[in-house]
């Protein structure tokens, strides 16, 4: 355990910052009588409180403490396991701590500059299937003609703006193309949010954030829920002006050879009439 003055108290830097309000948040959603916490008096505040996550973690009451304050303490694998237990993480939540402790994989700062020509001959290949590239950062690096003609904004929007998060929260045409934009906008914060925890005071992220914050108040409230989850290859919905609803399935690739770039490939859903109205679209 650290001692007192190894853990001084200072203004934490973003990852630990970021940690401590993270588990604060999980906490205060634990049930105790899930957790096997005896029932006591009213309690003040919803959730477990800082002793009980201590003891049911195998850890200091003053230990715990110092880690919901920020302080410059790095807890072991076993910790963080140990806590993800007590605290129910989901294994996205698990995984999201394991980053901020330095315990997880990293993430690459981003793609090389520009579109690497074989990734886009890549996309183009898909046909009619819509799809795109992104960076760690969720900019925008490259698209097929299926995904231009499934989101003709995409091409129009000025490049420093080409980032996907920005565009759902603030672009009322992309609003209107989800088929549920409520659940679809949260599902991609919370993925991104997964996915930039351990970066989150890179220059990139800490300005697209405060500019979605002040762009949207459904953002806001997301980002302050500190929610996150992992992407999972599923169903999705657009209501399309032109070929109207299209089922499709979402999936996501990483080429092994474009560190920073993720591919996003939509397909036509199986025993539906998307394929049909994706050909008629691309035509």
Do not use: C, K
Request: charged share 25%; no cysteine; glycine share 8%.
């Amino acid at each position: 355990m650290p001692t007192a003055a190894t853990a001084r108290r200072a203004d934490p830097p973003p990852a630990r910052r970021e940690l401590a309000e993270f588990l604060r948040s999980r906490r205060r959603q634990v049930d105790p009588r899930v957790a096997g916490v005896p029932a006591g008096g009213a309690r003040r505040t919803p959730g477990l409180r800082r002793e009980e996550v201590a003891l049911l973690s195998g850890v200091s009451h003053t230990w715990y403490t110092w880690l919901e304050q920020g302080r410059d303490i790095r807890p072991s694998r076993q910790v963080v396991d140990a806590l993800a237990r007590t605290l129910r993480m989901s294994p996205a939540e698990h995984e999201y701590v394991l980053g901020l402790t330095g315990h997880g994989g990293g993430n690459p700062a981003g793609a090389a500059d520009g579109m690497p020509a074989h990734v886009q001959r890549l996309l183009d290949a898909l046909g009619a299937s819509p799809a795109y590239a992104i960076t760690a950062g969720w900019t925008i690096a490259g698209w097929n003609r299926a995904y231009e003609r499934l989101y003709p904004g995409v091409a129009a929007v000025p490049a420093a703006e080409r980032n996907l998060l920005w565009l759902i929260f603030t672009d009322p045409a992309v609003r209107d193309l989800l088929g549920d934009w409520t659940a679809d906008s949260r599902r991609f914060l919370t993925q991104f949010r997964a996915e930039v925890g351990p970066r989150l005071a890179d220059p990139a992220v800490v300005d697209l954030v405060a500019r979605l914050e002040a762009a949207s108040p459904e953002f806001r409230a997301g980002w302050a829920s500190r929610d996150v989850d992992r992407f999972s290859s599923s169903e999705r919905r657009f209501e399309h002006p032109l070929v109207g609803t299209l089922l499709l399935e979402h999936h996501q690739l990483a080429p092994a050879d474009a560190p920073g770039l993720s591919l996003v490939v939509y397909t036509a859903a199986e025993g539906g009439a998307a394929a049909g109205r994706l050909a008629r679209l691309s035509a």
